[in-house]
């Protein structure tokens, strides 16, 4: 499990409540590897998330001209990475945050 498969599990879910839908759509995320794949703007390197992504861009492709995506940087989206965080912790789920390495991003 990752959390890139975490997060397109998630726009996977959006988009197919959006295939009953007929307004125009913008979802916000602060993966920035989702929003940029999803629009095309970086390459699938493959991993866990590449099932994900086909599932997500296959539900994508049909509703793309009434859906749009912004990307929506971390530090901007604090209260929404708490909220999520507890609902983990509330359901007892463990996870661990990789240790920060010096040099990379």
Known sequence: MSNNVAE??????????L?????????????????MQLQRKWRINGGLYTPFW????????????????KWV???ENAICDVLS???LHDRGIKFRIQPYSHGRV
């Open 8 to 17: 397109y599990s998630g726009v996977a879910a959006i988009l197919e409540r």
């Open 19 to 35: 295939q009953r839908e007929e307004e125009l759509c913008l979802i916000r995320g602060d993966s920035k590897l989702v929003i």
């Open 54 to 69: 086909q599932r997500a861009k296959a539900l994508y492709e049909p509703i793309g001209e009434r859906v749009t995506f």
């Open 73 to 75: 940087p971390r530090v």
């Open 85 to 87: 965080k507890g609902v």
